[in-house]
Nanobody, 123 residues
């Protein structure tokens, strides 16, 4: 069974940076499209970023363009999200997701999920 484990969340002030990581096991990492989603209290799960199997294609939701960068390292089965210039509205639980097909921007596009890591940005 594929397992995904997120790490790197924390409490920071506005303008700070965090780097989230997702470690994968139990599958062939290079065969998975990967993505980051986030969910704030009382809100639906929101797409943040995605990256293709080999990392050649990627995409970000408009609200994080210019601030966040998604990357993957197939040699050590990890995916990362570099978050700069954090804003209070970035506060959410961030989830790593994977699928054997190239995923889109919908949570239902992904079959495997981590348990999330909390990011809190104070004003």
């Amino acid at each position: 069974q594929v397992q995904l484990v997120e790490s790197g969340g924390g409490l920071v002030q506005a303008g700070a940076s965090l780097r989230l990581s997702c470690a994968a096991s139990g599958g062939t990492f290079s065969s998975f499209a990967m993505a980051w989603f986030r969910q704030a209290p009382g809100k639906e799960r929101e797409f943040v970023a995605r990256i293709s199997h080999a990392g050649g294609l990627s995409g970000l939701t408009d609200s994080v363009k210019g601030r966040f960068t998604i990357s993957r390292n197939n040699a050590n089965n990890t995916m990362s999200l570099q978050m700069n210039s954090l804003k209070p509205e970035d506060t959410a639980i961030y989830y790593c997701a994977a699928d054997t097909q190239y995923g889109g921007r919908r949570p239902s596009d992904y079959g495997y999920w981590g348990q999330g890591t909390q990011v809190t940005v104070s004003s």
